[in-house]
């Protein structure tokens, strides 16, 4: 399958330094996903989470504090793939909207108060296509009518429209010169829900006329449930879960995912939703072992102080959590047990192999660590 | 059409309104204060001589007659508004018998070409300069710039100008010391070098405050666009920066500078009070001065009218400019 961006071990931190003070703010720490080409890949989590600062690392939009301090970001678009790192800033520009786009939060004023929508069009495609006016209008205008939107917007100002038409306006803004990467952040948000629908609607017609990929950041798991093909659930700036859309919100694993889907509302069930206790930890300074662990229902000793390792749990399906990383291992065990049944030596064998509370970790086995 | 009656005319009766407050308040005010001015005139002219009562009485009349002062208060106020319809601000009492409209006149042309000019370049200097200094904040010459114009701002004008004429007029006399200009009226060249020469000075002590002034503003207005997510929105997409700083961030901090250039160019006709002292230079302002100097009621009255009308227009003018500007004022 191919991959069009692929993100390895990435690390980007906001460094900052006041008065002598240096703090480091770790947003995303130690994150690997490969984007497949035509997909949409959602990436859920709550505020707070690393999910702006890996769209800004995707876009290249690295202006200080924001450090790529590990790790690397490598598109593939066609033909050979590009490491982010060795673009320049003008390579960057040249890339945007044409390869790489971005459609902004539902609630942003991202349209120029004072110009008409034409007008905005206008500038957006002048900067990447050189081409006559007149043949930039016509393309746009036959753009909207291909999405379904009234070309009569063209001649309109941003505050005649709707927050909802203002959205599909940016959409088809962000769309219109084909990107084969698309990037949208909390595209639906502060939309009510008969928008969103037709917005989400928007964007998989856009997919699938176009065949470009997305990658779509929202909190909002309902979205994620109807648009998006994978899930990849952050929290504190570390994939926690990553698995197919069906199959994450059928089985998710860790414990983690399961609050963030349980705390949507169903149809014919009346008990109450438990949201999760607590908040994501500050950056700058978080927890040990498994970020997650201050707030989970099921922590371990091993979860303060050791980091989980990212484990295959089945096709398309990893989780980060002791608690699979310990059911695996008593599997591995429970496996060597059988194949050479000493009784005596089993103990000894297999003791250091277990990752005991604040003991130094083993790799647990041929198969414990993958990735 | 709906334009016309949701905005426009209630902006005119507006406008309408304040000029007549505004001239009833200037009508009012020489009346409230003590003293009769026919008796001072009265008194001033007879101060040593004995005059027959019958003949100081026809002579009270006659002057108070010029002075358009007889009868009530209300017969004075419509008769007053009459005259100002005819534009007739009747004789300055300071040089009698000459109309006020005459010496308004004389003097209207030095303050407009010299406050004009230097308001339309300090505010589209200090606009431009700002916007720009806002965009490249960390430009050795934007820094530069505003340190150098933030010493100049709070420095007080007369001290400003009192220090160019000493520096530029009397220690190295490049400039002349006063007036308008010299030499024969018309339109030769040597004329209009010594009207130049003698208002350089003059507009550049006032470009150098209003460009300081309005750079500050414009600066600050131009930071606050520039933080929009539509200016970062057009920056992520690579629409080419001039088009971005016209088009963008110009353009949507350019609507308070509209407003504050149209009151700059009403206030035109107070005339510019200090500069024309400091200067010397024959425009409205000097005038005001050598009025209040010399008591004379009827000049100050018309210098104060021909400034409530010029700001009120001024400010009829950037209201029916706004539409055209901004988008959003026009579909409210």
Redesign the interface.
């Known amino acids: 399958m191919h991959i069009v961006a692929n993100i390895n071990d990435l690390r980007a931190y906001y460094i900052t330094e006041a008065y002598g003070v240096r703090r480091t703010v770790k947003a995303v720490d130690g994150l690997s996903i490969a984007i497949r080409q035509n997909e949409i890949y959602g990436i859920a989590g709550e505020s707070g989470c690393g999910k702006s600062t890996l769209l800004k690392v995707l876009l290249g939009m690295l202006t200080p504090p924001l450090t790529i301090v590990g790790g690397s970001v490598t598109y593939n678009f066609e033909g050979e793939p590009v490491d982010m790192a060795s673009l320049s800033q003008a390579e960057l520009r040249a890339m945007r909207w044409k390869e790489l786009s971005y459609v902004p939060q539902g609630s942003m004023h991202v349209l120029n108060p004072v110009r008409r929508i034409r007008d905005t069009f206008r500038d957006f495609i002048g900067a990447h296509v050189r081409a006559p006016r007149r043949e930039i209008d016509e393309r746009v205008r036959a753009y909207l009518v291909e999405l379904g939107l009234p070309d009569k917007v063209l001649g309109s100002f941003p505050h005649q429209l709707s927050g909802g038409m203002r959205q599909r306006v940016t959409i088809a803004l962000a769309t219109i010169l084909s990107p084969r990467l698309i990037v949208a952040d909390e595209p639906t948000t502060a939309l009510d829900v008969v928008v969103q629908r037709g917005v989400i609607q928007l964007l998989q017609e856009i997919r699938e006329r176009a065949g470009n990929t997305m990658v779509v950041v929202t909190h909002d798991m309902g979205v994620h449930a109807n648009l998006t093909d994978r899930v990849a659930v952050l929290y504190a700036g570390q994939l926690m879960e990553e698995a197919d859309t069906p199959t994450i919100f059928a089985q998710p694993r860790h414990p983690y995912t399961q609050h963030l889907i349980r705390s949507l509302p169903k149809i014919d069930d009346r008990s109450e939703r438990v949201s999760i206790p607590g908040r994501p930890p500050a950056l700058d300074n978080p927890p040990g072992g498994c970020r997650f662990h201050p707030r989970c229902p099921y922590a371990m000793e091993v979860c303060k102080t050791e980091v989980p390792l990212i484990e295959q749990v089945g096709p398309n399906h990893r989780v980060a959590c002791w608690l699979i990383n310990e059911e695996r291992m008593g599997r591995i065990a429970a496996r060597l047990a059988n194949a050479e049944p000493r009784p005596l030596a089993t103990d000894t064998q297999l003791t250091p192999q277990r990752p005991s509370p604040g003991g130094a970790r083993s790799a647990g086995g041929p198969e414990g660590a993958i990735r | 059409m709906d334009l016309l009656k949701t905005y426009i005319l209630p902006r005119l009766l507006q406008w309408l309104v304040v000029i007549v407050i505004g001239v009833t308040i200037t009508f009012t005010i020489p009346r409230l204060l003590p003293g009769d001015p026919v008796e001072q005139t009265l008194r001033r002219v007879t101060a040593n001589t004995a005059i027959d009562p019958r003949a100081m009485e026809s002579f009270q009349n006659a002057i108070r007659d010029m002075y358009g002062l007889q009868g009530s208060p209300v017969e004075q106020y419509f008769r007053f508004w009459g005259r100002l319809f005819q534009g007739d601000l009747g004789p300055s009492l300071g040089a009698f018998p000459t109309p006020v409209t005459t010496i308004i006149a004389n003097g209207l042309p030095w303050t407009i070409g010299l406050l004009g000019t230097s308001i339309l370049i300090s505010w589209t200097l200090g606009i431009l300069l700002g916007t720009l200094a806002a965009y490249y904040p960390n430009k050795l010459w934007s820094q530069t710039l505003d340190k150098i114009l933030i010493v100049i701002y709070p420095v007080p004008y007369f001290i400003l100008s009192l220090l160019l004429v000493m520096a530029f007029a009397y220690y190295l006399p490049i400039f002349p010391l006063v007036g308008g200009a010299t030499g024969r009226p018309g339109f030769t060249l040597a004329y209009i070098g010594s009207i130049l020469r003698h208002a350089f000075l003059p507009a550049l002590s006032l470009v150098l405050l209003g460009t300081s002034f309005r750079f500050l503003i414009a600066k600050a207005l131009a930071g606050r666009v520039i933080a929009?997510?539509?200016v970062s929105?057009?920056e992520?997409?690579?629409?080419?920066t001039p088009?971005i700083i016209g088009?963008?961030v110009l353009?949507?901090s350019l609507l308070p500078q509209v407003t504050d250039l149209a009151l700059s160019l009403g206030a035109l006709f107070n005339g510019a009070l200090i500069t024309e002292v400091v200067f010397s230079y024959p425009g409205i302002g000097f005038q005001l001065y050598t009025a209040i100097l010399q008591a004379d009621f009827n000049l100050i009255m018309g210098v104060t009218i021909f400034s409530i009308i010029g700001i009120a227009t001024a400010v009829l003018i950037a209201d029916l400019i706004y539409p055209l500007?901004?988008?959003?004022v026009r579909?409210q």
């Not at chain 2, 992520?236 to 080419?240: E, K």
């Open positions: 929009s997510s539509y929105y057009a992520l997409a690579a629409v080419p088009r088009r963008y353009r949507n500007l901004d988008p959003r579909y």
